[in-house]
């Protein structure tokens, strides 16, 4: 799921990107007063999709390193070299449905 995440984040592929999230989703960020941060969650996955691929064109490339950060799955988030921040996710299992 995250390798599929990253690869859609870089590419801009927001078809991708809604695909994979929540559509119910809720985004909160948190600059650490280092860098601008949405000051209201952001919520909905078309929303959120649109925020992430509109970053990282701002910000340029970045290495995306999946990693356990306080205890969830998440990714670490490298420019130029230096950590610029982190990213954790919560999953929830997708039912299939089959038609009957």
């Known amino acids: 799921m995250l390798e599929a995440y990253q690869a859609a984040r870089e590419e801009g592929d927001f078809k991708q990107l809604v695909e994979l999230l929540a559509p119910d989703l809720v985004y909160i960020t948190d600059g650490g007063g280092n860098i601008s941060a949405a000051r209201?969650?952001?919520?909905?996955?078309?929303?959120?999709?649109?925020?992430?691929?509109?970053?990282?064109?701002?910000?340029?490339?970045?290495?995306?390193?999946?990693?356990?950060?306080?205890g969830r799955p998440g990714m670490l988030v490298y420019r130029r070299g230096v950590l610029a921040?982190?990213?954790?996710f919560e999953t929830a299992a997708r039912q299939k449905r089959s038609a009957c």
């Open 40 to 70: 209201k969650p952001i919520n909905g996955a078309q929303r959120v999709a649109t925020v992430l691929i509109r970053a990282a064109l701002r910000w340029g490339p970045e290495v995306l390193v999946p990693a356990h950060v306080n």
């Open 85 to 88: 921040g982190s990213t954790t």
